[in-house]
Structures are given as structure tokens and as C-alpha cells.
């Protein structure tokens, strides 16, 4: 239980890396609606694992926070893990001006490189703190 803060970290340094093919997935799954067929996804099959590995590693990251937040003392480092996270995708989600940019070509939405640098340095430091505990 003391090293799972180090494989999130981990995966916080993978999604750091591979942002752009995570967001480029995200972006064709809400331009789907329930009237059309899902859209074609070009993914080579790298891709396919890196996107596989990503989704697990977010769902345990999830409950691991749901996890520490039955806990007095780690309440409010998993809140704010929760909170970071959603700033995050919710930049993207609902394009917000500042704080995300649209691929020209594609219509991909990244989240801005001032706000994935914030996230990952507090996400970090706050795993850091859990895993020194």
C-alpha cells in the first residue's frame, strides 16, 4: 500500500509523455452522438496499448482516491488528486478559452502546456507527500 502513490506517479510521467494520442482518442469519442456510428479511430496498435494502459492506470488512480478518502488524515491530498484531474479534463471538455487548444487539422483539443505543467508538478508533489507519509 506505501509504493501505489510511486505507480501512479508513473503513470502521471506516461500521460505527461502521450497526452497528444489520449486527447486525440477523447476528442472522436465525444464528437460521437447516439444518431451516427462510431467514428473510425486510426490508432496504430502502440497506440491501442499505450490508450488500454492509460484508462486502467485513470480508473485504479480514481478508486485509490476514493480509497484515501476514507481515511481523516488523507482526505484532503485525495480531494485535491480528484480536483487536479478534473481541472484537467474538464479544460478540454468544455474548451474552455486559456486553458485548452484546437488541433487546425483534426479538431483535437489539448489541454494548454501552462495547465498540464501545473497539474502534473501538483499531482506529483501531492503523491510524493502520500508516498513519504
Known amino acids: 500500500m506505501k509504493y501505489?502513490?510511486?505507480?501512479?506517479?508513473?503513470?502521471?510521467?506516461?500521460?505527461?509523455?502521450n497526452?497528444?494520442?489520449?486527447?486525440?482518442f477523447e476528442t472522436k469519442l465525444h464528437q460521437h452522438s447516439s444518431?451516427?456510428?462510431?467514428?473510425?479511430?486510426?490508432?496504430?496498435p502502440?497506440?491501442?496499448?499505450?490508450?488500454?494502459?492509460?484508462?486502467?492506470?485513470?480508473?485504479?488512480?480514481?478508486?485509490?482516491?476514493?480509497?484515501?478518502?476514507?481515511?481523516?488524515?488523507?482526505?484532503t491530498?485525495?480531494?485535491?488528486?480528484i480536483t487536479i484531474d478534473c481541472i484537467l479534463t474538464g479544460s478540454c471538455f468544455?474548451?474552455?478559452n486559456g486553458?485548452?487548444?484546437v488541433?487546425?487539422?483534426?479538431g483535437t483539443v489539448y489541454p494548454a502546456i501552462w495547465l498540464r505543467y501545473l497539474c502534473f508538478g501538483a499531482s506529483i508533489y501531492i503523491l510524493l507527500n502520500l508516498y513519504m507519509k
Open 35 to 44: 444518431d451516427t456510428p462510431m467514428p473510425e479511430l486510426f490508432l496504430s
Open 77 to 81: 491530498p485525495a480531494f485535491l488528486l
Open 4 to 17: 501505489l502513490p510511486l505507480i501512479f506517479i508513473a503513470a502521471k510521467i506516461f500521460y505527461f509523455f
Open 103 to 106: 488541433d487546425s487539422r483534426d
Open 46 to 75: 502502440l497506440e491501442k496499448k499505450f490508450l488500454l494502459m492509460y484508462l486502467t492506470s485513470d480508473i485504479l488512480f480514481l478508486a485509490y482516491c476514493i480509497f484515501l478518502m476514507f481515511n481523516p488524515q488523507t482526505w
Open 19 to 24: 497526452y497528444r494520442i489520449i486527447h486525440r
Open 99 to 101: 486553458a485548452c487548444s
Open 94 to 96: 468544455f474548451k474552455i
